[in-house]
């Protein structure tokens, strides 16, 4: 059973910065792409970024384009989302995603695992 446990949310002033790492255990991180959504209250969750297998492909949404950038170190077993220029509507739950496509995390369609979650709060 893969198991997904994400770290390194937090309470940060707008313009500053968070890095959030998955640990992925129970299977290689390398057999799957992997990705990051997010939650705000009372919203569906979103998806943010995604990042193929080899980490050779970076896919992010238009609202996150030249502040957020995923990376992955399988060797680690671990992918990261590192995030700039924070704004308070970037406040939400941040979920790591593993798949077997990079375009099922971009869809959002059928992930196979979800991590529990951590908090990121950005005050104004």
Do not use: H
């Not at 309470?11 to 057999?31: H, I, K, P, T």
């Not at 939650?39 to 384009?65: C, H, L, T, W």
């Not at 941040?94 to 375009?103: E, H």
């Amino acid at each position: 059973q893969v198991q997904l446990v994400e770290s390194g949310g937090g309470l940060v002033q707008a313009g500053g910065s968070l890095r959030l790492s998955c640990a992925v255990s129970g299977r290689a991180s390398s057999s799957y792409a992997m990705g990051w959504f997010r939650q705000a209250p009372g919203r569906a969750r979103e998806y943010v970024a995604a990042i193929s297998m080899n980490g050779g492909n970076r896919y992010y949404q238009d609202f996150v384009k030249d502040r957020f950038t995923i990376s992955r170190d399988n060797a680690m077993n671990t992918v990261y989302l590192q995030m700039d220029s924070l704004q308070p509507e970037d406040t939400a739950i941040y979920f790591c995603a593993a798949a077997l496509s990079t375009m099922t995390i971009v869809t959002g369609r059928s992930i196979d695992y979800w991590g529990q979650g951590t908090q990121v709060t950005v005050s104004s």
